[in-house]
């Protein structure tokens, strides 16, 4: 039997040329470049900035390795320079405005640091912001273990696809789910259990816009669902929590799901089943 399950394992690791990283060791990489470019790089001064730069040279080759199993017959080690030469200091100053962007909006955070080293939401941005580099830079399955390590990590699911602009705020972010075609403009905030999703998972369609646009400074309260790739949240709008949308509004718009109460006469309350789960 162990013999006849290795024909079989050797048979379809063809599709594989070289040995390739699991979401393990792609979550290492990503918690040591965060430790460097935020946790240890608080208070750094000029007479750590040596070491600072070996471990960022580190950094750098280990990304080479891991980009080399997905990109045959290529320089690996120049895109992994450029990237941290070249591409990551801008990105940088994007992932500043959405650590800045959750101070802001949320009246919680005592300070940007805490922000930094402890919201999930922040984390989880951080890692779509390097997946969705590489995404576009067309290295497959890579982007993809980023992102389903923080999704594992944060209960965040963003798609490396996805375009999202700038201060970007995720809210205690558990569940959010923005799918790979989706737009998101700058300065929107979302909250937990929000959820960007398409009308049809038809594979047909996995070329089209399939999720919708976000457009600037919108808020989407929790649990709200928008669907589509034709559905447009015009700028400036509020959805709010457990609204269902599977078309357009108008930019300034307030959509709310409106929850109806009724009081219960006496007889009715004593003939409720009480429930224990």
Known sequence: MPDLLYEKV???SVAFSAVVPNKEIVGRFVQELLDALFAQSIGTQQNDASEWKHRVH??????AALLSPFLKNTDTHKIAAEFFARDLPGMYDVLWQDAEAAYAGDPAAENIQEVILAY???YAVVVYRIAHF???LGV???PRLFSEHAHEKTGIDIHPGAKIGNSFFMDHGTGIVIGGT???ADNVKIYQGVTLG???VDKNLASTKRHPTIEEGVVIYAGATILGGDTVIGRHSVIGGNTWLVESVPAYSIVYHKSEVRVRPSKE???VINFSI
């Open 10 to 12: 050797r048979a379809r």
């Open 58 to 63: 580190a950094l750098e080759e280990r990304l």
């Open 120 to 122: 999930p939401g922040f």
């Open 134 to 136: 590489f995404f576009t």
């Open 140 to 142: 497959p399955t890579l």
């Open 182 to 184: 989706s737009q998101i």
């Open 198 to 200: 398409a009308l049809s």
């Open 269 to 271: 309350i004593a003939d």
